[in-house]
């Protein structure tokens, strides 16, 4: 039965010798087998790097090298895919470290089944007969939707810690359950987790905040113990109670539920917005100003796992913020300028604040966001200027009557405001008449 429809690779598939076929494995046959579209193929076979070097000389297809000890390469056709032999994978005792030690080739399909981390991505698709091979029993998981390891869990899980986050990201992108005995194991190992690398933790991290089912997730990654070694900081809001007649739920639990009910573009500044609660209620007895005592534990939470810079001062300004006029009694003119000054991270964070919320477990909507998306619809009706960059003047024309240094600067600002609060008009007459006006004004003052 054809599970995966491409010409490309049925083509490829011709130039292996009947008794060393080409394979489809992992998730792609995974999510096939699930009846959802494959994007991303992992092929993988007998036949060693070298050896399809020589098969596909002179053909369309080119190999590159990936990584030639694990027996990976790149092969690139229209589109480009992983290649990687079978292999018998050993790694260095008591260490979660990802990276094998020692690779040794193999033949044997089975054997390599065995080392790879779940029965779920252990079935293999044979693309030229179209037959699916599922040595392990992985298709029986994927139907009952359930990981299990491949073999004994305490062994799968200890030669590399990175599985356990793994675990959770599949959880995170299927739904699955986890099989018990996996379970326990992961709980049992999960101070491995200590021997991976920042920046894979980060991009584990990073997916299980995408999935569908992250809620499920996340909790997941608190019952295991994962959050007290990859994010402390955020654990330490476990069990810290909210006033009840404003929040359902304890803090971590409300951030869980703000993380489902977010967008995936906004889900890390949502799991980080609340982080302050636990950390101000223990110090102050108040969680009076979490937001930017959350915004300081973000940018060392995300500096320690390297976040782009970019990516940091943008997801700190959205937790700093999305406190902002929580009580609705700011004045048109104060959010106006508000949302000028963050009109680039706008749209996120309104979506936090609703998803914030939702998150109460009371609320349905945010007053807060309603109101500062209506400000800024009045803004764009009134055609009114976003920044300085907006004004019909600039610094040339300033100059022009008579401003210098930081004068310019210094009056544009004035300006811009003065539009923003229509006292005056974004006209260069209106501008200039007022400009010449407090320049003559400065002057008399200086002469005094």
């Known amino acids: 039965m054809k599970i995966i429809d491409c010409k490309e690779l049925e083509e490829l598939a011709e130039y292996f010798p009947g008794d060393s076929p080409l394979y489809a494995v992992g998730g792609c046959v995974r999510d096939a087998i699930r009846g959802e579209k494959c994007y991303d193929v992992d092929l993988s076979g007998a036949v060693e790097p070298h050896e399809l070097v020589e098969l596909l000389a002179g053909s369309p297809f080119k190999v590159t090298s990936a990584s030639p000890r694990l027996g990976t390469v790149i092969i690139k056709g229209k589109d480009s895919y992983e290649y990687t032999t079978f292999r018998i994978d050993s790694y260095p005792s008591d260490s979660g470290v990802h990276t094998p030690s020692n690779v040794e080739f193999t033949r044997d399909l089975y054997t390599d089944a065995k080392r790879r981390d779940f029965k779920c991505n252990a079935v293999y698709y044979e693309i030229k007969s179209e037959k699916i091979i599922d040595p392990l029993g992985g298709v029986d998981d994927i139907q009952k939707g359930i990981l299990s390891a491949t073999i004994d869990p305490d062994v799968v899980l200890s030669q590399d810690g990175l599985r356990i986050l793994r675990l959770v990201r599949f959880v995170s992108a299927?739904?699955?359950?986890?099989?018990?005995?996996?379970?326990?194991?992961?709980?049992?190992?999960?101070?491995?987790?200590?021997?991976?690398?920042v920046e894979r933790v980060r991009e584990e991290l990073n997916r299980i905040l995408a999935g569908k089912y992250c809620y499920k997730a996340l909790t997941m990654m608190k019952e295991l113990g994962i959050l007290k070694i990859i994010l402390p900081e955020l654990a330490f809001n476990d069990g810290i109670a909210q006033k009840p007649q404003y929040h359902k739920y304890d803090v971590l639990e409300h951030i869980f539920k703000t993380v489902e009910y977010s967008p995936v573009n906004v889900r890390l500044a949502a799991l980080f917005h609340d982080i302050g609660k636990g950390k101000?209620?223990?110090?102050?007895?108040?969680?009076?100003?979490?937001?930017?005592?959350?915004?300081?534990?973000?940018?060392?939470i995300m500096r320690r796992l390297k976040y782009p810079t970019k990516q940091i001062e943008r997801t700190v300004r959205i937790v700093k913020s999305h406190m902002y006029d929580v009580n609705g009694d700011a004045k048109e003119f104060k959010c106006r300028k508000f949302i000028a000054k963050n009109l680039d991270i706008l749209d996120d964070l309104l979506a936090l604040m609703q998803a914030d919320c939702l998150a109460t477990g009371y609320l349905q909507s945010s007053r807060t966001a309603k109101k500062l998306r209506d400000v800024y619809e009045r803004m764009v009706e009134k055609q009114l200027p976003f920044g300085i960059k907006q004004l019909d003047i600039c610094g040339e024309d300033l100059k022009a009557i008579g401003f210098g240094g930081v004068e310019i600067g210094n009056m544009l600002e004035e300006l811009w405001l003065l539009t923003l609060a229509e006292s005056i008009r974004n006209e260069k007459r209106h501008l200039i008449d007022y400009a010449?006006?407090?320049?003559?004004?400065?002057?008399?003052?200086?002469?005094k």
């Open 174 to 197: 299927l739904g699955y359950e986890v099989e018990s005995k996996t379970y326990e194991s992961a709980k049992k190992l999960v101070s491995r987790l200590r021997e991976i690398t």
């Open 280 to 300: 101000c209620q223990v110090q102050d007895g108040n969680t009076y100003m979490h937001n930017l005592v959350g915004a300081d534990l973000t940018s060392i």
């Open 436 to 447: 010449k006006a407090k320049f003559k004004k400065n002057r008399r003052d200086e002469d």
